[in-house]
């Protein structure tokens, strides 16, 4: 919207693929309080995705990532920033110390990972549920 760029219907099925506990549009307008959050199921339902990190900034070729859900090196990520998404897998990782890490533990890590672009700011990190066929 802040681009100027029309709703495009199809980034929908997108967003319903990550694993979430549904929507509101609560931080459009004010709600009741039992209306600014689905309490029907107790966990989030998984979707084609789940949310593993957002990434903090670039240097030397490495991104830091804030980790919220564990990932590992061979998995499928998804890179998601405003110039566009990009799937990719994990082939690099480090630990803040620059000890090279075969897994991401689960929230309160930092890491280091390769990122498929050479440069980006921010951006935000899902992992694929269902890894698509011969990548």
Request: hydrophobic share 35%; aromatic share 8%.
């Amino acid at each position: 919207a802040v681009a100027g760029r029309g709703f495009r219907r199809e980034l929908l099925s997108q967003l319903d693929g990550l694993a979430n506990r549904g929507y509101t549009d609560g931080f459009l307008q004010r709600h009741e309080t039992r209306e600014l959050q689905n309490y029907r199921r107790g966990s989030s339902s998984n979707g084609s995705q789940i949310f593993v990190g957002a990434v903090l900034g670039c240097a030397h070729g490495w991104a830091e990532v804030e980790v919220k859900n564990k990932f590992s090196l061979g998995d499928e990520l998804e890179l998601l920033t405003p110039a566009g998404n990009t799937r990719f897998h994990l082939r690099a990782m480090l630990d803040v110390t620059g000890a090279p890490l075969q897994e991401a533990p689960g929230g309160g890590y930092r890491v280091r990972v390769r990122l498929p672009l050479s440069h980006t700011e921010f951006g935000l990190l899902t992992r694929v549920l269902e890894p698509t066929r011969g990548c």
